[in-house]
C-alpha cells in the first residue's frame, strides 16, 4: 500500500488522446474498479435547461449505438459480481464501477462505448425524464439540498456556477429533449477533460494496455478546461452577496443558526490549509472550546464548522450552530458570541498557539501515513476527482499532508471572516409569519434582508468572551506521538490465529481475543455488547426512553473528553438500541491509547452525580422530543426502515409511543431509574487488533471494577433480542400510514417482504444471494428504467436471525403502493418464468456473481472486526461462513433457485405490505385496495390489516428468540463438567 502511495508518478500515463490515467496494480484486489471523471457539469447547462448536464449523465447509460439495450452493462455488471453509479457536480461528472477482476477488459470496453456513441434514443430520453423527476422528487424535503439551493440561488447568476442542477420535469420538458442532451454531449464531453483510474489484481502492464486499447476510442475534441471557461465571467461573490439575513421555515422542527462566507476558490492551497486553524478551533468540542461557553449559556447543542470548494470557482466556509428553545429565541446574542470568538481570533496571532497547528498537522500527517485500504468504488473515485485538480503527486494524498504551515497565511484568512462578508440563516418555526418569498422549485419559505444595522453594529463591535468563558484548547494528551516508533518485537511476532478464543469468563460475563495486525499499525477495537433488564429496559416503552436518554446525557457530560480523544483518532460509541434489552460500547484507537483511555471513560461514568445535572437531563430530553417529531417529517424513505421493524420484529417501538413516555419522563424519575440502572447486567466483552491477551482480560476487569462493582449476575435465559413475526402461509400482513395534508412529501412508498426459510442453512443463504442477484439488475431494468415507477428500485435478500427473506422497495411520486404492489406481482410471475428459460451457462455466471463476492477479502480492520463480532454477539461462531458460502456456491443449481422463488411468491407466500401514502395518492390507493383484495382472495390469500400498536402486536404470533436460544446452549457448554470450566 505504502509502495503505491509512494510511487504513485510511475503509475501515471497520459494517453494519445489526452486522457490522464493512473494504474494502480493491488496483488491483494479481490476486484477490479474504474472511475472516469470529466470537467463538465452543472456550469455547462444553458440557461434555459437547469438540470441537463445531470439529464446526460442519465442517459449516457441508456444503450449505446454498438449496444442498443438499455440494460447491457448493469447486465454484465450483475453477472459478473459488479455495481455502477454516476454523480453530477458544479463542474465535474463521475461515472465509475468494479466488477470481478476477469471482466474487466469487457466491463471497461462497455463503459467506454459511453462516451463513444451514445445513444440519447427518443422513447429512452421521454423514460428517464421521469426518473429525473422522481428524483427531484424525492429529495425535495432534504432541509441540506433546499439550503444549498437557496444560497445558490442568492449569489451572481451571470457566474455558470451558479444554478440549479438537479433538473426535474418543469425544467427539462421542451420540445426533441434527446436532441438537446445529444448537443450538450457532442459540446461538454471531450477526452482531453477526462481524467480515469483503472485498479486491479493485475500486472500494471496488463492494465495498461486493457485500458488503453479502449480509452483511446474516446475522441478529443480539445475543449478548454472549466477555469479557462470562467474567466469570461464574474465571480460568484462579493460584497453584494453578502450581509444578507435569511430567515428560513425548514421542512422540520429544526432550530439552526447558520453563517456562511463565500470566497475566493481555497482548493489551490491544499498545501497550507490557511483555513484549517479557524475551521478546527470553531468546531472544537474540548475544555474552553465555543461549544463549551454556548452549553452553559443553554444555547445550543452542537457546533459544526466546514469548507467545501466549488472547484474551479470558490469555496464556501460555513459554521452551523445547533440551537436549543432559549438559543432560538436569543439566536442574535448567539451570533454575537461567534463574532465575539471570531474576534479572539484575529486578535491573537495564530503563531502564539503553534500547538494547535502542529497537533492537526501531525494527526493529518498520521492519519494517512497510516492510511487503511477503502472501498474500491470509493478510491477510485476519490482519485480521479482529485487528478482534475492537484498535481500527480499529491492525488492520494490531498486532504491529508500539510507541506506549508504559514502562520501569515492564517491570520490573513481569519480577517475575511467578518460579518459584513457573511450571510445569516436562521432557520426556525418561527420565522413562517415573516416568510412571504417561496424559492421554486424546491418550495422553500423564507424572508431576506439586509442584516439590520443594529444587529450588524452588535456583530461588528462584539464582546470577546472572557479566558474563564472561552478561550483557546489546552494541550492535547492523547496524541500518540510516539507512533512513530517501531512496535515492540512481542507485538510483530506475535501468531496469528483463524479465529477469536475466549480468554475469560466472569459471573458477568466472557471475553474474547483476535490478534490482527491487517492495517500494519497498531489499531485495536473494543467492543461490549451489554445486556440489561433493569428499568424494563427492552420491554417498555419508558425503558427504552430512560436507556437512550442515560447515553445521551454520558455522552454531553463527558463530550469534552471523549473530543480530545476523537482528536487522536480515538472512537467513542455508546447506544442502548430499540432493539431488546442490549445496547453497545465500542472504542476504536491506537492500541497505545486503549487501556488506559477506557479506564478514564469507566471511572467518568462511575463517578457521575447525576442529581447535579438536571440542566443536562433537560437539554437532552428537549433534544430528544425534536428528534422523535421531526420523525414523521423526514423523507419516507428514511422512515421506511422504523415502520418495516415495527411491523415485522418484536419489541421495537415506534417514535408515537416513546414520544408520551419520553414527554412524561420527570427529572426525579431519570434520577430513580439511574441508581437502578446496570444492576442485573451480562456481557461479551470482544478486543480485537494489536491490543495483547492481558489487556484485553484487564479491560474486562476493570469494566467490572467500575461500572458493574454493584451489579449481579443477569441469566442467559433473562437476555431478550427482537423476535421476527410468523407471517401464516397464504397470507399479507397490510401496515398503511398516510403522510399529513400538510406535509409537502409528494411521494409515497411500498415495501413488500416475503418470508423464506427457517433454520437457514449456509445453502439456504447462497441460494437466496444468488436469487436476489438474479432479480436485482432485472427488477431495476424492468421496474425503473423501462416502467419508470420510481427513481428508487431496490430488490435484495434479508436476513433476520434465523429466517431468510427477499424485499422489494419502491418509492414512487407516480402511483400509490397498492398500484406499485400489483406491478410487483406481475414482475415476480414473470421472473419465475423468466427464471425457467435461462440457460445453464447464463446461470452459472450468476453462480460466479455469487463468488466474486464472497472473495471480497478483509481489506482493513474494522471489515474483518465487524465481521467476527457479529458471529460472536449473535452465537454462531462460524468464522469462516464466507468460505462454506463459497464451497456451497458451486453446489447451487438452477432448480434450487426455482424452488425457492416458488416457495416465496407463490406457493407459502408469506407477505408483508408496508405502505407510506402521500395525500396525492390516497385516492388511488383506496381504489386499488379494493380490487387487490378480490385479486388475492381468488387466490386463497388473506389480507389482514396490521399496525405497529401494542394491542395489535398481542394478536400475531413471532418465532422463538433463537439468538438466546443458541447463547444458552453456548453458556451450559462451557459448564458441562468441571474439567470444562473456565475461570
Known amino acids: 500500500r505504502r509502495q503505491r502511495q509512494m510511487c504513485i508518478r510511475d503509475r501515471y500515463k497520459e494517453l494519445s488522446n489526452q486522457i490522464k490515467v493512473i494504474y494502480v496494480h493491488d496483488t491483494e484486489a479481490t476486484k477490479a474498479a474504474v472511475s472516469l471523471t470529466v470537467a463538465a457539469g452543472i456550469m455547462n447547462d444553458p440557461i434555459d435547461c437547469p438540470g441537463l448536464a445531470h439529464f446526460c449523465e442519465h442517459m449516457l447509460f441508456m444503450g449505446t449505438e454498438e449496444h442498443p439495450s438499455e440494460n447491457t452493462f448493469d447486465e454484465w455488471l450483475s453477472k459478473n459480481g459488479g455495481e455502477n453509479n454516476a454523480e453530477t457536480e458544479e463542474a465535474f461528472t463521475h461515472f465509475y464501477f468494479d466488477c470481478g477482476p476477469h471482466a474487466l477488459h469487457e466491463s471497461l470496453s462497455l463503459f467506454c462505448e459511453f462516451f463513444v456513441h451514445p445513444l440519447f434514443s427518443e422513447s429512452a430520453t421521454a423514460r428517464e425524464l421521469q426518473a429525473i423527476d422522481s428524483e427531484f422528487a424525492a429529495g425535495k424535503k432534504k432541509g441540506s439540498r433546499r439550503l444549498y439551493a437557496l444560497s445558490y440561488e442568492n449569489l451572481n447568476k451571470k457566474n455558470p456556477l451558479v444554478k440549479d442542477g438537479q433538473g426535474s420535469k418543469d425544467t427539462l420538458s421542451g420540445p426533441k429533449m434527446h436532441e438537446r442532451v445529444k448537443e450538450f454531449f457532442n459540446k461538454c464531453y471531450s477526452a482531453n477533460l477526462m481524467t480515469a483510474v483503472i485498479y486491479g489484481p493485475q500486472k500494471i502492464t496488463e492494465l495498461e494496455s486493457t485500458a488503453q486499447l479502449v480509452l483511446e476510442k474516446i475522441p478529443n475534441k480539445k475543449l478548454p478546461r472549466p477555469e479557462i471557461q470562467l474567466l469570461d465571467f464574474p465571480p460568484a461573490y462579493g460584497k453584494e452577496y453578502s450581509g444578507r439575513l435569511f430567515k428560513v421555515v425548514p421542512t422540520n422542527k429544526t432550530k439552526k443558526l447558520i453563517v456562511q462566507w463565500h470566497m475566493e476558490c481555497m482548493a489551490p492551497a491544499f498545501l497550507s490549509k490557511p483555513y484549517s486553524y479557524a475551521l478546527e478551533l470553531l468546531g472544537h468540542e474540548g475544555p474552553n472550546s465555543f461549544l463549551s ?72 500527517n498520521l492519519n494517512f501515513v497510516y492510511k487503511g485500504k477503502e472501498n474500491y468504488l470509493d478510491y477510485v473515485l476519490d482519485i480521479s476527482q482529485n487528478m482534475q485538480l492537484y498535481p500527480p503527486e499529491n492525488v492520494l494524498n490531498y486532504g491529508y499532508i500539510y507541506s506549508i504551515t504559514s502562520f501569515e497565511l492564517i491570520d490573513k484568512f481569519n480577517m475575511t471572516l467578518l460579518p459584513e462578508l457573511a450571510d445569516i440563516y436562521l432557520l426556525s418555526n418561527r420565522n413562517k409569519s415573516s416568510a412571504k418569498k417561496i424559492h421554486k422549485p424546491w418550495g422553500t419559505k423564507y424572508s431576506i434582508v439586509p442584516i439590520p444595522e443594529a444587529l450588524m453594529n452588535k456583530l461588528k463591535s462584539p464582546t470577546i468572551p472572557l479566558p474563564s468563558e472561552c478561550d ?36 458477568l460475563g466472557e471475553t474474547w481475543y483476535y490478534y490482527d495486525n491487517i492495517d500494519e499499525i497498531s489499531k485495536t477495537i473494543i467492543s461490549y455488547k451489554i445486556y440489561c433488564n433493569d428499568c424494563n429496559y427492552g420491554t417498555t416503552p419508558e425503558g427504552m426512553v430512560f436507556a437512550i436518554l442515560f447515553g445521551r446525557v454520558v455522552y454531553d457530560l463527558l463530550n469534552e473528553f471523549l473530543y480530545m480523544g476523537k482528536l487522536a483518532k480515538i472512537s467513542t460509541f455508546m447506544d442502548f438500541f430499540n432493539k431488546g434489552n442490549w445496547g453497545l460500547i465500542q472504542i476504536k484507537c491506537f492500541t497505545s491509547s486503549a487501556v488506559a483511555f477506557l479506564q478514564a471513560f469507566f471511572q467518568r461514568i462511575a463517578e457521575i452525580e447525576i442529581e447535579k445535572h438536571e440542566g443536562v437531563f433537560t437539554k437532552q430530553k428537549e433534544d430528544y422530543i425534536l428528534s422523535l417529531e421531526n420523525f414523521s417529517l423526514k423523507e419516507i424513505n428514511e422512515q421506511m426502515y422504523d415502520y418495516f421493524r415495527s411491523v415485522s420484529l418484536s419489541n421495537f417501538y415506534l417514535p408515537e409511543a416513546l414520544l408520551p413516555a419520553t414527554e412524561a419522563l420527570t427529572y426525579e424519575r431519570f434520577i430513580i431509574l439511574w441508581k437502578q440502572w446496570l444492576k442485573h447486567i451480562r456481557y461479551s466483552l470482544y478486543v480485537h487488533g494489536t491490543a495483547t491477551p492481558d489487556d484485553a482480560i ?10 458493574l462493582k454493584d451489579s449481579y449476575p443477569l441469566k442467559p435465559t433473562e437476555i431478550t433480542e427482537q423476535k421476527s413475526l410468523i407471517i401464516p402461509e397464504k397470507t399479507t400482513y397490510i401496515f398503511h400510514k398516510t403522510c399529513p395534508q400538510d406535509e409537502e412529501e409528494e411521494n409515497s412508498l411500498l415495501v413488500t417482504y416475503f418470508q423464506g426459510p427457517i433454520r437457514k442453512t449456509i445453502k439456504e443463504c447462497v441460494v437466496m444471494e444468488t436469487l436476489s442477484i438474479c432479480m436485482e439488475e432485472r427488477g431495476f431494468n424492468i421496474l425503473r428504467t423501462k416502467e419508470q415507477l420510481g427513481y428508487f428500485v431496490e430488490i435484495r435478500g434479508f436476513s ?77 461462531f462460524e468464522y469462516d461462513r464466507k468460505l462454506k458460502c463459497l464451497q456451497e456456491a458451486d453446489l447451487v443449481t438452477k432448480e434450487d433457485v426455482l424452488i425457492l422463488a416458488g416457495n416465496l411468491f407463490a406457493t407459502k407466500y408469506q407477505r408483508i405490505n408496508l405502505q407510506i401514502v402521500s395525500s396525492k395518492h390516497e385516492t388511488e390507493n383506496s381504489k386499488q385496495r379494493e380490487a387487490s383484495q378480490k385479486i388475492e382472495e381468488g387466490r386463497g390469500v388473506k389480507r389482514i390489516l396490521l399496525d405497529p400498536g401494542e394491542e395489535s402486536k398481542r394478536k400475531v404470533a413471532y418465532f422463538p428468540d433463537f439468538c438466546k436460544e443458541r447463547y444458552v446452549a453456548f453458556f451450559q457448554s462451557l459448564y458441562k463438567g468441571t474439567s470444562q470450566q473456565i475461570t
Request: aromatic share 12%; proline share 6%; hydrophobic share 40%.
Open 698 to 707: 484487564l479491560l474486562s476487569q476493570s469494566f467490572e471494577k467500575t461500572l
Open 293 to 364: 461557553y454556548l452549553k452553559s449559556k443553554h444555547w445550543a447543542t452542537k457546533v459544526v464548522s466546514s469548507i467545501s470548494h466549488t472547484c474551479p470557482g470558490f469555496s464556501t466556509f460555513e459554521i452551523t450552530i445547533k440551537l436549543t428553545d432559549k438559543g432560538e429565541l436569543e439566536w442574535e446574542s448567539v451570533a454575537a458570541s461567534l463574532f465575539g470568538y471570531l474576534k479572539m481570533l484575529r486578535t491573537v496571532s495564530s503563531v502564539n498557539f503553534k500547538y494547535i497547528v502542529d497537533e492537526y498537522t501531525f494527526m493529518s
Open 800 to 876: 433476520h436471525q434465523e429466517i431468510l427473506g427477499l424485499l422489494v422497495f419502491i418509492e414512487s411520486n407516480r402511483f400509490s403502493p397498492e398500484v406499485l404492489a400489483t406491478r410487483v406481482d406481475a414482475f415476480l410471475k414473470d421472473t419465475i418464468e423468466a427464471l425457467h428459460k435461462i440457460t445453464i451457462e447464463e446461470f452459472k455466471k450468476y453462480i460466479e456473481s455469487v463468488k466474486v463476492r464472497l472473495k471480497e477479502k478483509d481489506i482493513k480492520l474494522k471489515v474483518r472486526q465487524q465481521r467476527f463480532a457479529k458471529e460472536i454477539f449473535a452465537s454462531h
Open 472 to 507: 483557546f484548547p489546552p494541550k492535547n494528551d492523547f496524541i500518540p506521538y510516539a507512533l512513530f516508533s517501531p512496535p515492540p518485537k512481542s507485538i510483530v511476532s506475535a501468531p496469528g490465529k483463524v479465529k477469536p478464543e475466549l480468554i475469560s469468563t466472569s459471573p
